[in-house]
């Protein structure tokens, strides 16, 4: 893996963390609820009296980003170089074990290490060793698929 310094920018990564962190201080200091995308959306599903109004605004705020930042610069250009029947496996793989981990990265890495929980800390620890493991057998056993 090599890193292509021309176009290596900290800066827009620092912006979007903390921009990440920002949201979710503000969610639960103005609604007492963490910012986990999956019980986000997950309570959509469910819906209960009181609940949805807050959990849409998010979403659509995170649906829009994208839209809005069209009219400050340039979307970067996107390359998926994965099949669609892989892209479906893996989301599915990714939901399972979202709903077995009681929450998904955003809710275990960002909410749940911030307010010191050891169930996101072995969640979160797990979820990066997954992710090493498998980068090592995609590329290193199965060549690079």
Same mark, same amino acid.
């Given at each position: 893996m090599t890193i292509d310094w021309t176009?290596?920018?900290?800066?827009?990564a620092l912006t979007?963390?903390?921009?990440?962190?920002?949201a979710a201080v503000i969610l639960i200091l103005?609604?007492?609820r963490i910012a986990g995308i999956s019980g986000i959306l997950g309570g959509l599903l469910t819906p209960s009296? /009181?609940?949805n109004a807050w959990r849409v605004a998010f979403l659509l705020g995170?649906? @829009?980003a994208p839209l809005i930042w069209v009219v400050v610069a340039a979307l970067p250009a996107i390359e998926i170089d994965a099949s669609t029947p892989l892209l479906v496996i893996a989301g599915l793989l990714v939901g399972f074990g979202t709903r077995m981990g009681? /929450?998904?990265t955003s809710g275990h890495?960002?909410?749940?290490?911030?307010?010191? @929980?050891?169930?996101?800390?072995?969640?979160t620890t797990l979820f990066m060793a997954m992710g090493f493991v498998t980068?090592?057998?995609v590329r290193h056993v199965l060549g690079g698929v």
């Open positions: 176009h290596f920018t900290p800066m827009t979007g963390g903390i921009m990440i962190g920002l103005v609604n007492g009296k /009181g609940e995170m649906v @829009s009681s /929450g998904c890495g960002v909410c749940g290490l911030s307010r010191l @929980s050891p169930r996101s800390l072995v969640a980068v090592y057998i």
